[in-house]
């Protein structure tokens, strides 16, 4: 007998076909109508499969939330726990986690492909280029000037703080809102929602301490950009207003400028904190700095984590006081150092960034930090 082979395997085709479809269509309406006795076995192991896979990648969602949980928390230490009564050691305020757990997450790399980039300057002039913008000296600069209270929200979650600490918080963080407003270029101002989660039991501030931010030690505040909350254990009135004006600095930078060099922002944090004083450039670090002096220049635009780890108090003091030197003396160069921090991503400005922006040497950005010092 005479078999055409062609025609076999085309009805093959077609009867397999048939029989995926048909398994398809009963897996799928099998919550609608009951099936043979003999199918529920193959649908289990379908089932079976499939959970399977979820729940590896449930784990792993899992896992990558607990990471973002961790990264970008800028803590705030016990000044306390901090003073070990050293002569190097004893004005230490804050500690960060380590350059591994700290992830820039607000831009996406670079596209490979060719990329467009497109401006619109102070004047209202749109600029196009294959080259993203750059900031200079000659870069004009708008400030927002004043600020409407409706654009800053703040939000209490755990502990609600008495009505005249509520007070004192928030007039403090709106008059520094208000004061970095005049040297914010305009176009990166934007309304603000900044969520306080206070605590007065150190045992529930510790646990939830270690569930957000387990690396954090010994710590009585600290700011997580991944959930934007700024977390506060209140031990008295004035410590606890410091720490939250701390921290609701750090996610006004967070909102406004993104990613940031870390002396920039816990040296603005740091100035935040005494802004509100006769004379804001009279700082607790004043006294370090005029028995210890402060490090180069080029020692804190060039710090890694190894330096924040062995010079943290001569970081943390240098930092409060390029900041103050910039916002007493060259208020424009401090807004292009921001906007500049807006525009580079998770890049650092380094000191080729530095001298474009302020248009001077190292060495002479230092020679006048040097001697508004010996002044302050």
């Not at 409706?150 to 209490?156: F, G, K, R, T």
Request: hydrophobic share 35%; proline share 4%.
């Amino acid at each position: 007998m005479f078999i055409n082979i062609n025609r076999v395997l085309k009805l093959g085709v077609a009867l397999s076909l048939i029989v995926v479809n048909s398994i398809v269509v009963l897996y799928i309406g099998r919550d609608r109508f009951p099936l043979p006795e003999w199918f529920s076995h193959p649908i289990s192991y379908i089932d079976g499969l499939i959970d399977h896979k979820n729940e590896r990648i449930s784990q792993q969602n899992l896992t990558f939330e607990n990471s973002k949980k961790q990264q970008n928390v800028e803590p705030r230490v016990s000044s306390k726990q901090a003073s070990k009564k050293t002569a190097n050691a004893n004005l230490i305020n804050h500690t960060e986690l380590s350059a591994s757990d700290a992830v820039c997450s607000d831009k996406r790399p670079k596209s490979a492909s060719k990329q467009i980039y497109t401006w619109i300057d102070d004047s209202g002039t749109r600029h196009l280029s294959d080259k993203p913008r750059k900031i200079d000296s000659a870069t004009p600069v708008s400030v927002i000037g004043t600020i409407r209270p409706e654009e800053l929200s703040i939000n209490y979650t755990g502990t609600h703080p008495p009505f005249s600490l509520q007070h004192k918080i928030e007039s403090r963080v709106m008059a520094n809102k208000a004061l970095f407003a005049q040297i914010t270029p305009k176009q990166l101002v934007k309304p603000i929602t900044i969520n306080f989660r206070l605590f007065t039991d150190v045992n529930n501030y510790s646990t939830y301490q270690k569930r957000i931010a387990p690396s954090v030690k010994s710590a009585i505040g600290f700011y997580a950009s991944s959930i934007n909350e700024s977390v506060v254990m209140m031990n008295n009135d004035e410590q606890s207003v410091n720490t939250a004006v701390h921290e609701a600095m750090h996610s006004i930078n967070r909102h406004w400028f993104g990613h940031m060099n870390r002396w920039l922002n816990e040296g603005i944090a740091e100035y935040a904190e005494t802004s509100h004083t006769d004379n804001p450039l009279y700082n607790h670090w004043v006294t370090h700095i005029r028995k210890f002096g402060a490090i180069p220049l080029v020692t804190l635009f060039n710090a890694n984590q190894h330096h924040w780890d062995t010079q943290r108090t001569e970081m943390y003091a240098t930092s409060w006081a390029f900041v103050a030197f910039l916002m007493d003396k060259y208020h424009k160069t401090l807004s292009r150092l921001l906007q500049e921090e807006n525009i580079n991503g998770c890049n650092v400005i380094n000191i080729s960034d530095m001298e474009r922006i302020s248009s001077q040497k190292l060495s002479v950005l230092q020679r006048e930090f040097d001697n508004w010092l010996a002044r302050v």
